[in-house]
């Protein structure tokens, strides 16, 4: 097992060289973090010989981060803008120390701050054309289904949560049950385009060089139906730290994802439905407590994501919704 959420990489520099020989990298030099204070992704900068890497221990070596280096490997070979994996002496995307799977990667230079970040109209084009393309590139690979952010995941995220709202106040509890009654209304038909599953293609696992988009992180796949990609990634076209819609990011989403990857004729009937999911599937996650595995105390709640959900509580009937979309 690897390092738990929240605890120090502690690697010593016999371990880094020892890690380092199953490669052909260079000799190790150096290490720092990516970012200040990070002890959640576990992901630091090596210096060797032969320049920067960056090395990340995957802390549970899932079916998804598996699928996720993989499908990386395939789609840097068809220039989608993703780190290359450097492969092992043996050829593996990977390698084991101490129990520990830890894999390499192309070293970018990245910000401090990979908080969400507004995105403009020019960005919202180029973000939901590399979605559409990630769909169509996956659709034949062999992946298998994963519970990590899928509808099933968020479904009983949403009923386990629910069962334990009387620990909050009225307007947390009124979330929560507004959740609870309306996510099975919500559930995308199997029969439905089905492809890879990256789940949480969002501003803050994007990286753009002016309106370009230039880099996609965070790679844990699944195999599932393309519309919950393409409702989750949808939440981009509200302003941070508020509830505001933009209706006009919202049709340049939609027509900028249709021109790479057509969207069926229930996706586009399905359109509020999607929206929402993306609220519902980001809301309930603000009530996880990562580092404990349960759920926050009220004071530490982050309420952007539930701030969304209210605005679909606030909002009324669809027809509202697709009055404003047409308009």
């Given at each position: 097992?690897?390092?738990?959420?929240?605890?120090?990489?502690?690697?010593?520099?016999t371990?880094?060289a020892?890690i380092?020989?199953?490669?052909?990298?260079?000799?190790f030099?150096?290490?720092?973090?990516?970012v200040?204070?990070?002890?959640?992704?576990?992901?630091?900068?090596?210096?060797?010989?032969k320049g920067?890497?960056?090395?990340?221990v995957?802390?549970?070596?899932?079916?998804?981060?598996?699928?996720?280096?993989?499908v990386?490997?395939?789609?840097?070979?068809?220039?989608?803008?993703v780190?290359?994996?450097?492969k092992?002496?043996?050829?593996?995307?990977?390698?084991k120390y101490?129990?520990?799977?830890?894999?390499?990667?192309?070293?970018v230079?990245?910000?401090?701050?990979m908080?969400w970040?507004?995105?403009?109209k020019?960005?919202?084009?180029?973000?939901?054309k590399?979605?559409?393309?990630f769909?169509?590139?996956t659709?034949?690979?062999?992946?298998?289904?994963?519970?990590?952010?899928?509808f099933?995941?968020i479904?009983a995220?949403?009923k386990?949560?629910?069962k334990?709202?009387?620990?909050?106040s009225?307007?947390y509890q009124?979330?929560l049950?507004y959740l609870?009654?309306?996510?099975?209304?919500l559930?995308?038909?199997?029969?439905?385009?089905?492809?890879?599953?990256?789940?949480?293609?969002?501003p803050?696992?994007?990286?753009?060089?002016g309106?370009?988009?230039?880099?996609?992180?965070d790679?844990?796949?699944?195999?599932?139906?393309?519309?919950y990609?393409?409702?989750?990634?949808?939440?981009?076209?509200?302003?941070?730290?508020?509830p505001?819609?933009?209706?006009?990011?919202l049709?340049?989403?939609?027509?900028?994802y249709?021109k790479?990857?057509?969207?069926?004729?229930?996706?586009?009937?399905?359109?509020?439905?999607?929206?929402k999911?993306?609220c519902?599937?980001?809301?309930?996650?603000?009530?996880a407590?990562i580092?404990t595995?349960?759920?926050?105390?009220?004071?530490?709640?982050?309420?952007?994501g539930?701030?969304?959900?209210?605005?679909?509580m606030s909002?009324?009937?669809?027809?509202?919704f697709?009055k404003?979309?047409?308009?």
């Open positions: 097992m690897g390092p738990d959420a929240g605890e120090k990489l502690m690697l010593t520099k371990d880094l020892s380092l020989s199953a490669y052909d990298l260079g000799t030099i150096s290490l720092g973090n990516i200040k204070n990070d002890q959640v992704s576990l992901a630091q900068i090596i210096q060797t010989t920067k890497i960056f090395m990340k995957l802390r549970e070596f899932t079916t998804a981060n598996k699928q996720g280096l993989e990386m490997h395939q789609l840097r070979q068809k220039n989608f803008p780190f290359s994996v450097h092992t002496k043996k050829g593996k995307l990977y390698t101490k129990g520990m799977p830890i894999a390499f990667f192309e070293y230079k990245i910000k401090e701050n908080e970040i507004p995105l403009n020019s960005k919202i084009t180029e973000y939901a590399y979605l559409a393309k769909h169509r590139l659709k034949n690979m062999k992946l298998k289904s994963v519970d990590a952010g899928n099933k995941s479904r995220l949403i386990k949560y629910y334990k709202r009387r620990m909050y009225p307007r009124a979330v049950a609870n009654n309306e996510i099975d209304g559930k995308c038909p199997k029969k439905e385009y089905s492809t890879g599953y990256f789940s949480e293609f969002n803050g696992h994007v990286i753009f060089s309106n370009k988009l230039k880099w996609v992180l790679w844990e796949i699944g195999h599932d139906n393309a519309f990609d393409f409702a989750s990634s949808m939440v981009a076209c509200f302003s941070l730290n508020k505001d819609l933009s209706y006009e990011k049709k340049e989403y939609i027509k900028s249709d790479v990857r057509k969207l069926s004729k229930w996706e586009k009937d399905h359109i509020y439905e999607a929206l999911f993306g519902f599937k980001y809301g309930v996650w603000e009530f407590d580092e595995g349960g759920m926050k105390k009220e004071k530490d709640l982050d309420l952007e539930i701030r969304r959900v209210e605005f679909f909002m009324g009937r669809k027809e509202e697709l404003e979309l047409k308009k």
